[in-house]
């Protein structure tokens, strides 16, 4: 996934119409019935074959024309690793790259498109589980898929990683990183293992000290999922057009992003959780390449950006911002994410959220007026030399373990909590609630 995504909106309804226009038109895409197992009801993969991909600003990558005549399989990933062929013929992709399979084969999940022509491979994930009469979407599949759907199944292989999704390995993976590991086995395994940990402990989090049921938790993944079906369809509609390619993207990342919220999970837990666990996922490259991993780095920064925004926004409206303030707050996140996607050094990203801090802190002596000198005397003491913001970073630095890593976010999270609510004992429960929470997000993080 191209780094430093927006916001997203996708339509049912257009899926629909697409399903609709694409079985009726004269110049449908090439199809092949699947009969394996003798009935009549099919399920339908769609998708498209496009080849290498043309990097444009903010790293949005443009697919080129589809490649047409391009042939594609059906592929199932097996426990060893290896692709089964369960398609029946081999499909091709028509003038415009797209391609129609349909299958008999029922509740049925991590396939694989296999696209192959004048001796180049592409490979791209399925989206969600095959069932009867209804269609499923693979993504674009071109180098960065074939990069990303590697990875993702590499990660199922593991034990006890069925937690991970696709989107959450494409919305880690940037062109420019998938680029850069997709020859080198020993990037590919770190950046894997990063990943991984990550997800594992923001799960391991939610439940174990955040007190998230089993329930919220798989319905957080669910959500998850859902985004990524969706930019999987919408990316089919939207062909080569750049408009709704980055449309398509942004609604991704707002989905995959706020897939807390229909799974009823606080903002701030989700924030919190996605700290710690960005953290202990980063602290497996410490032997890649700083290449390697900056790249990886800022696209964590860049996902978490989005999060302390929403998260920020939330704590900011329960204190009753004015509407001036609120569009401030609002434009603070949009500079933040703009900064970080165009750093090019790990500085200039602790700079961007120095700079996010800063004003959002003068936005928030705004706001609580009547705290206004307490306030600035919080934000001092905790980014004090000796303060609890540096107790936190010493800690992290010495800490070799996930579990050290939890624990010493944990103890930051109460520790600012608690100083917050010392110094500001004439203010009601909701500023101090406030004023703690958006400390913690504006100095978790850098």
């Given at each position: ?123 791209a994930n399925v989206s969600g589980e095959v069932e009867h009469n209804s269609t499923v979407y693979a993504v674009p599949a071109g180098e960065e898929s074939t990069v990303e759907t590697e990875l993702f199944t590499g990660i199922r292989l593991r034990k006890n990683a069925n937690t991970v999704t696709f989107a959450d390995v494409q919305t880690r993976v940037s062109e420019e990183l998938a680029g850069e590991i997709e020859e080198d086995n020993q990037a590919r395994n770190q950046v894997s293992s990063a990943i991984t940990a990550e997800i594992q402990t923001q799960i391991k989090v939610m439940r174990e000290d955040f007190n ?235």
């Open positions: 996934m191209y780094r430093g995504v927006g916001l997203h909106r996708t339509l049912f309804t257009g899926f629909i119409l697409l399903m609709f226009i694409g079985i009726q038109s004269c110049d449908n895409p090439a199809q092949s019935s699947d009969a394996t197992n003798g009935t009549d009801e099919f399920s339908t993969i769609e998708g498209r074959v496009i080849g290498e991909r043309q990097s444009q600003a903010q790293g949005l990558a443009r697919p080129q024309a589809g490649v047409e005549g391009a042939a594609v399989i059906v592929t199932r990933a097996d426990a060893d690793g290896s692709l089964e062929n369960v398609s029946r013929d081999t499909v091709y992709t028509d003038a415009n790259g797209r391609y129609r399979v349909q299958t008999n084969m029922e509740n049925t999940s991590n396939l694989v498109i296999v696209a192959r022509k004048n001796g180049h491979t592409w490979k998230l049921s089993e329930a919220e938790v798989q319905a957080f993944t669910e959500a998850q999922v859902r985004a990524q079906n969706q930019l999987a369809a919408s990316l089919l509609v939207s062909g080569t057009n750049d408009s709704e390619i980055r449309a398509a993207y942004n609604e991704f990342t707002e989905s995959y992003l706020k897939a807390y919220g229909e799974a009823g999970i606080d903002i701030q837990t989700y924030a919190e959780t996605s700290q710690i666990a960005g953290t202990a996922g980063l602290r497996l490259l410490v032997t890649a390449s700083d290449s390697v991993r900056f790249k990886m780095m800022a696209q964590t920064a860049s996902l978490r950006a989005y999060i302390i925004d929403y998260a920020v926004q939330s704590h900011f409206g329960t204190i009753s911002a004015s509407d001036s303030v609120m569009n401030e707050v609002i434009e603070a996140g949009v500079t933040l994410r703009d900064e970080i996607e165009s750093a090019g050094t790990a500085e200039a990203i602790i700079s961007a959220y120095s700079n996010y801090r800063t004003t959002v802190m003068d936005l928030l002596q705004v706001t609580l007026a009547d705290h206004a000198e307490i306030l600035g005397q919080l934000h001092t003491s905790v980014n004090a030399s000796h303060g609890i913001k540096a107790t936190l970073q010493s800690t992290l630095t010495t800490a070799f373990s996930n579990d050290a890593v939890i624990q010493a976010y944990m103890n930051f999270f109460d520790s600012v909590g608690n100083e917050v609510e010392t110094v500001m004992q004439s203010a009601s429960e909701t500023e101090i609630a406030a004023t703690a929470q958006v400390l913690i997000l504006l100095n978790m993080a850098g």
